[in-house]
């Protein structure tokens, strides 16, 4: 076996080159750009024509339920769905069950609010064209408590205004009055959500997850209890396309396109390499 | 303590509670609904009651590592320090106090958590990728048929999910091939195995809160039968 010229020693000692290689493939294509079109998902399609059919003046819940560890994934989409919602007049009303995210949320919101003004000449104020209402612990039962009514969940909103006196939630009494609930989650919350929310009071629901969590909900989006998925950063990039803006969702794309050519290269590589030792009657 | 405190009291509370739990769901009747409103607060103020044991525990456990100067004793430091720094900005808020909105700029602790908390969490997650890269160089093997199977999987969806595969495609005149493939193993194999986890999942939560609320499952009392 010495005659090879792979040992798998050799292969086992690379670490620090395959994180060369990581680190490259990753920096590379924000100094050079290569253009990739691509054709967004169904999935991601399914979400974007459920907003683009609703009326100006309507309620989309957008529920942030991710942290900052998940913002490379989440937060383009979290962006995408705010500049949507905009853009269709729609006022979206955003919360989260998760604490450590809250400021990063506010931040989301403060940021695209004035992007989406310059984008359409527009000025898009808090309480009216938008409502923050900040975080709640609860999940299932807060779930259930602001299907029964969402006004007595949230009593104020994140800036310390009541909710009943809030120009943006005037037709807003349940969950039921929200024309579609869109959760951005890092954790199992989008099954509370179908549970306790859609399945019970009947709204449509979507869903964000990271790309990891994503092959979880198939079996919802087949049942229609998940109108729409975006999955990891490539359902941010789909949202971003089939919104025709630019954002970290298609910048990331690049990126994202060559490390997973790096990673089935090495896979490959490395396969090939034992299957020569095999040949030549070697052990791996 | 007699047995009826211990024991017969607990299971008949968690039998009552649970039963009209189950119940409220199908009385469309005000004070249903009632109940759920209250069941809501009980378990917020319950998880009030979590954080404080939850603290606690945390405190326990740091105290105990720096006292005994334990592995690592250094970091359980940093709990301290970090946490204390970050409770004392929360709840001066810049001279406003808490739960108030700060007029203008950013604070201390939106400083804090935008300049060392965000990149902190960040950077954790995102050095998985060279992990990943590594572990799925080294171990990623077709040794056999079912390995073989998950690999030319993991390949084709690691390829199909990104934009470049449709570039590939196109050189070939079918730019929609690995998606399609992706597609195929996500709504085919990939949802049979979910939906069959998420039933067997569900069919064993449902057995153990029915173990719970007939009190045949008692661990949850202090591990006696």
Known sequence: MSSLPLQPRRIDLSRWVIYGLVCLAVLLPYVIYVEMPFTPSKEAKGLYDQLEALKKGDHVLLAFDFDPASQAELRPMGRALLLHCFRKGVIPVVMTFWPNGLNMDKEIIEKTAPEAGKMWSREFKNGRDYVFLGFRPGDTSFILLMGENLKTAFDKDYYQNPTQKLPGLTDVNTL??????????????????????????????????????????????????????????????????????????????????????????LILFANVVVFIRWIRGGKD | MSFFKRLTLPLLIVFGIGLLGFAQEFVPHPIAHDFTEAMTTCFKIMGGFAMILGIYSLTHLHVTRIRQQGPGWGYSMFVFLGAGVMIVLGVWNDGVGPLREVSEGKTYFDWGYDYIYVPCQATIFSILAFFMASAAFRTFRARNVAAAMLLIAAVVVMFGRVPVSETVGRWFGTPDVFTNATDFLMNGPNLAAKRGIILGVSLGGLAQSLRILLGIERSYLGGQD
């Open chain 1, 176 to 265: 039921k009055d929200m024309k579609l609930v869109v959760d951005l989650a890092a954790g199992a919350t989008v099954q509370a959500w179908i549970a306790w929310g859609s399945d019970r009071f009947g709204f449509p629901l979507g869903a964000g997850t990271t790309a990891v969590s994503a092959p979880d909900m198939y079996p919802f989006l087949q049942s229609r209890q998940v109108v729409g998925l975006l999955g990891g950063l490539r359902g941010a990039a789909d949202y971003e396309v089939l919104l025709n803006v630019n954002g970290d969702g298609r910048l990331g794309m690049q990126a994202q396109s060559f490390t997973h050519l790096l990673l089935v290269g």
